[in-house]
């Protein structure tokens, strides 16, 4: 199976934490390339406990959080998949660039189990539907391709967070470069 790349926009600063949400459920993607598509509730199952990597730019290279040793944590509710990240203090620059609006987006990879996707054909441009998949990772993206997510960076407590309208206007979009070369193979 190839990896997939999506991308969500919305990034912003509170304190030292990324928290976002780079999955909004039964939300349309763009036009990835002649299909649209959807992440089912619950999609994820049991791989967001697994071993989760937070990147910058989709860079194995450029870790800034894991769930393994709790610098990222990740929850599941209703409209999709929450999370926190406690970049390293070497990250200042990501954090700036964030607070400053020069990068905006979220991003997550994942690869579709089989028989984990549901085709429309009937729909123009043709619609998945992604009903079983596993979530390798979570990034930070100055290339947003999904309008419905969100990323920010906490300025305030977590609570002030979840309070905040920040999480009503939610959007996704692909990395439509690394989808080409993964998926396309072009």
């Known amino acids: 199976m190839k990896l997939e790349v999506r991308a969500a926009a919305g990034l912003s600063l509170q304190g030292k934490k990324i928290i976002g949400r780079p999955v909004v459920y039964n ?3 763009e036009n990835l390339g002649g299909f649209v598509e ?4 619950g999609a994820f199952g049991d791989s967001i406990n697994g071993d989760i990597r937070a990147l910058v730019e989709h860079d194995s290279k450029m870790l800034i959080g894991r769930t393994e040793s709790n610098t990222m944590r990740i929850k599941e509710d209703r409209e999709g998949l929450l999370v926190e990240i406690d970049p390293p203090n070497t990250r200042a620059d990501l954090l700036e660039s964030i607070e400053r609006r020069d990068i905006t987006g979220m991003s997550f990879g994942f690869t579709v189990n089989d028989q984990g996707a549901e085709w429309n ?6 619609l998945r539907t992604v009903t079983s998949a596993v979530l390798h990772e979570i990034t930070i993206t100055s290339m947003p391709a999904y309008r419905a997510t969100n990323v ?3 300025m305030r407590h ?3 967070y979840k309070n ?3 999480l ?3 959007g996704y979009e692909l990395d439509l470069a690394k989808y080409k ?4 193979g072009c």
């Open 27 to 29: 939300s349309r993607s």
């Open 158 to 160: 977590l609570e002030n």
């Open 152 to 154: 920010q960076v906490a």
């Open 38 to 41: 959807i992440i089912s509730p």
């Open 121 to 126: 054909f009937d729909e123009d441009p043709a």
């Open 181 to 184: 070369t993964e998926v396309l």
């Open 164 to 166: 905040s309208s920040a």
């Open 168 to 170: 009503n206007s939610l």
